[in-house]
């Protein structure tokens, strides 16, 4: 009798390991992921190595918005950006100032120092089912103004949610 208990018991472990496996496949594949923070192209939000989670089923739902911070899947490499223009829009920066269809935009998320490395561009449209994406860090980033070009809603793997390490920054990146 305690040799069946025994056999159960271990049935029963092995069934919880095997379902807890394949949750944590379905979460990882499906709905978070993390990634590393790699450069300094969205400080001061975010700063090289840092890690963030990334929330993957948001955008099966809904759509990418204006200041979404967004994970980038292209062949070479992933990239962290903000999403700065949808598409249809106009997009045009002149004088370290950013204007979405004619109309300044206040980019709250910015200090001075970054606002004023902004530069100019544009105008330009964005495409439909394309997004216009800029780093934090306006001097040095690499985004839609100066080499990532304009950004297809497939690239987008989903939004970063939380800054999980280091543990002294933990948080949201919004």
């Known amino acids: 009798m305690a040799e069946k208990k025994k056999k159960n018991e271990l049935l029963e472990w092995t069934k919880a390991i095997i379902i807890a496996i394949i949750i944590a496949f379905i979460l990882r594949t499906f709905i978070f992921a993390t990634s590393i923070v790699e450069g300094e192209s969205m400080e001061p939000t975010l700063e090289s ?11 099966l739902l ?3 918005d204006r200041g979404d911070v967004v994970i980038i ?6 990239y962290v950006k903000r999403v700065i223009g949808l598409p249809g ?8 100032t950013l204007f979405i269809n004619g109309e300044k935009y206040q980019q709250t998320f910015l200090n001075e120092e970054d606002l004023q490395r902004t530069g100019n561009s544009g105008p330009i449209e964005v495409p439909d089912d ?9 001097g040095i980033s690499k985004d839609s103004r100066n080499g990532l070009g304009f950004i297809a809603e ?3 793997i989903g939004r970063s949610e939380f800054i999980i390490y280091p543990f002294s920054e933990w948080g949201k990146t919004r």
Do not use: C, H, L
């Not at 190595?49 to 955008?59: D, F, L, M, Q, S």
């Not at 899947?73 to 992933?78: A, D, E, H, I, W």
């Not at 394309?130 to 306006?138: E, K, L, P, Q």
């Open 49 to 59: 190595g840092e890690r963030v989670i990334v929330n993957k089923a948001v955008y």
């Open 62 to 64: 809904d759509e990418p």
């Open 73 to 78: 899947q292209r062949p070479s490499k992933n």
């Open 89 to 96: 829009e106009t997009i045009e920066i002149s004088d370290n």
């Open 130 to 138: 394309s997004y216009f994406v800029m780093g934090d860090n306006r």
């Open 154 to 156: 497939d690239e987008i």
